[in-house]
């Protein structure tokens, strides 16, 4: 199966207020846009084969300054959780909802008033990379990289559901804005190659040239590398 990168977008004004965008239209500021220039620095030379982005304005935005020759395709499904009647609220004012703790230690129950239940953005977020994985790999073969840009919770999700977790366990995973997270599916199981990576070598990413008769290797089965491997390199 292919290689799918999740990039988070750059910081945004309501991340750097202590505020909860949500869905609204919140964009990039400075520091935003210099995480994505920052970023697209460690993209180059990667061969995508596929951008996918939530159709909110700072992941396009982050992608302009990232990614500017690969226009992305949008996917609905990777838009932020909807919050609902916390949407633009400051985070200070929100800890102080009775609903707080069950965002932190119950997820799984919660259904935000006005919004969206957690368990269904994480079984839609979850529904689409698997999708577009299963169409990157059937176009482009098992060996292709794709990207897709969306928010921290729904790659948080996406990672908990990797790593077989209940949702219940997502918020012990941090995805900081602009950073990069590495899943490799396979067809019994997927790897997580890198997690909230916001500074390292993405070069290793890229898969070796194959040799005629290709040996079987955890990069291409579903079999994990007893004792650790050596790595990338």
């Not at 988070?8 to 505020?19: F, L, P, S, V």
């Not at 700072?58 to 959780?81: F, H, K, Y």
């Not at 932190?104 to 689409?128: D, I, K, N, T, Y």
């Not at 790593?163 to 995805?175: E, K, N």
Request: include cysteine.
């Amino acid at each position: 199966m292919a290689t799918l990168l999740l990039l988070r977008h750059g910081r945004t004004t309501a991340n750097a207020d202590g505020g909860l965008a949500g869905r609204q239209p919140v964009e990039l500021d400075d520091t935003g846009r210099a995480q994505a220039v920052a970023v697209g620095a460690r993209l180059a030379g990667l061969p995508l084969a596929e951008v996918v982005s939530s159709p909110l304005i700072r992941c396009r935005q982050t992608l302009d300054l990232a990614l500017p020759d690969l226009p992305p395709a949008v996917e609905d499904g990777l838009i932020e959780c909807g919050y609902g009647e916390w949407e633009g609220q400051p985070l200070k004012k929100l800890a102080k909802d009775p609903l707080w703790p069950v965002v932190q230690l119950h997820p799984s129950a919660v259904v935000f008033p006005g919004g969206e239940a957690m368990a269904a953005m994480a079984g839609r977020a979850v529904g689409a990379v698997r999708r577009w994985d299963a169409d990157v790999t059937e176009k482009h073969g098992a060996e292709a990289l794709w990207l897709a840009c969306t928010h921290g919770d729904i790659i948080k999700a996406i990672v908990a559901d990797a790593m077989g977790l209940h949702l219940d366990h997502f918020q012990r995973i941090v995805a900081d804005p602009a950073s990069v997270t590495v899943i490799r599916y396979t067809p019994t199981r997927p790897f997580l190659i890198r997690l909230n990576d916001t500074g390292g070598d993405l070069a290793g990413l890229v898969p070796p040239k194959r040799r005629r008769r290709p040996r079987k290797s955890a990069a291409t089965s579903s079999d994990a590398v007893v004792g650790g491997g050596a790595g990338t390199t």
